[in-house]
């Protein structure tokens, strides 16, 4: 059975910090790249973040900003959000990279607005 549970969002001001938990059910999780993605109202999903082993990758619009990180003893991946800015108010799912389309979770919500 292959899950994606995320948790850790909420609404921050401009400026502010968030970090986003992914528990995931997945045989032999280690193996596989993990990504972070974002949908915003009315756009489409995009990759914002992935990570195979230790090392992470990240889109232009939050080098910098965000850090990607995994416990593979958990089956979690994390997303470290500092200096968040109004446009990276989305809902954020995890999944593999390149994704598994029909296991998309519910997602968590993060709102920055002041």
């Known amino acids: 059975q292959v899950q994606f549970v995320e948790s850790g969002g909420g609404l921050v001001q401009p400026g502010g910090s968030l970090r986003l938990s992914c528990a995931v059910s997945l045989r032999f999780f280690s193996i596989y790249a993990m990504g972070w993605y974002r949908q915003a109202p009315g756009k489409q999903r995009e990759l914002v973040a992935s990570i195979i082993g230790s090392g992470g990758n990240l889109a232009d619009s939050v080098k910098g900003r965000f850090t990607i990180s995994r416990d593979n003893a958990k089956n979690t991946v994390y997303l470290q959000m500092n200096s968040l800015k109004p446009e990276d108010t989305a809902v954020y799912y995890c999944?593999?990279?390149?994704?598994?389309?029909?296991?998309w979770g519910q997602g968590t919500q993060v709102t920055v607005s002041s």
């Open positions: 999944n593999t990279q390149p994704s598994r389309d029909n296991y």
